[in-house]
């Protein structure tokens, strides 16, 4: 099964508005990483949070992340057209070499 | 810096056939992981190469195989095709292991089984 879920699977907003997308994971974990998908191509590294860490910002992103929930949060803030897309996390830890990824979200933002 | 690049960008394949898919990841990188990804299991994780040897295998029957050259790319074979073979294939490469850092991805290799 997939160590990681999106929450939730699909989410509509207006252009300048936030989004808020969330991703529950299973077991313990090195780091997190948020991706963005284009329908149909190849996804976008975002940004990179490590277990130690509990905030990050780049640019209008801000992740955050509770290692005592198994839980991360992804925030989009003013939005825009061009930020519709899906969006994943994945989980990494040294034991599994690999990174595993959720179901992901799926953003609309209208104009 | 040339990101990954995955050939061919699309083919059409019949059932019983065999398929192979290639992956040159960016200059320096390593680390190459491939992934299957389907409307209805999203994105699963078929095997990862590092400096020519599989380190990693996902769930995935014998008929999926994949190789890494000394060059870092990398190639994967799907034998026997089946109708749910028809998927988007990532490659994604990486200067460390996955488990270190952040994936690049390629535009993928979208297979159609008929």
């Known amino acids: 099964s997939q160590q990681g879920e999106e929450d939730p699977q699909a989410l509509s907003i207006q252009e300048g508005e936030n989004a808020t997308m969330n991703c529950s994971y299973k077991?313990?974990?090195?780091?997190l990483q948020w991706y963005r998908q284009n329908s149909g191509r190849g996804l976008v590294h975002l940004i990179l949070?490590?277990?130690?860490?509990r905030e990050k910002h780049s640019g209008r992103l801000r992740v955050t992340l509770d290692t005592s929930k198994k839980s991360s949060s992804l925030l989009i803030t003013a939005s825009r057209a061009a930020d519709t897309a899906s969006y994943f996390c994945?989980?990494?830890?040294?034991?599994?070499?690999?990174?595993?990824f959720g179901d992901g979200t799926t953003l609309t933002v209208k104009p | 810096k040339a990101g990954v690049t995955q050939t061919p960008r699309y083919l059409i394949k019949t059932r019983g056939q065999q398929v192979t898919l290639s992956c040159s990841p960016i200059?320096?990188?390593?680390?190459v992981s491939w992934y299957q990804q389907t409307p209805g299991q999203g994105l699963q994780f078929l095997f990862e190469?590092?400096?020519?040897?599989?380190?990693n295998k996902g769930n995935f029957p014998g008929r999926f195989s994949g190789r890494q050259f000394s060059n870092s790319r990398s190639e994967m074979n799907v034998s026997t095709l089946e109708l749910g073979d028809s998927a988007l294939y990532l490659c994604?490469?990486?200067?460390?292991?996955?488990?270190?850092?952040?994936?690049?991805f390629g535009e993928g290799s979208r297979l159609t089984v008929l």
């Open positions: 190469y590092f400096s020519e040897t599989q380190r």
């Open positions: 994945a989980t990494t830890n040294t034991n599994a070499g690999k990174s595993t």
């Open positions: 949070i490590r277990s130690n860490e």
């Open positions: 077991t313990s974990i090195n780091n």
């Open positions: 200059s320096g990188h390593r680390s």
């Open positions: 994604a490469s990486s200067p460390r292991t996955p488990s270190e850092g952040e994936l690049f």
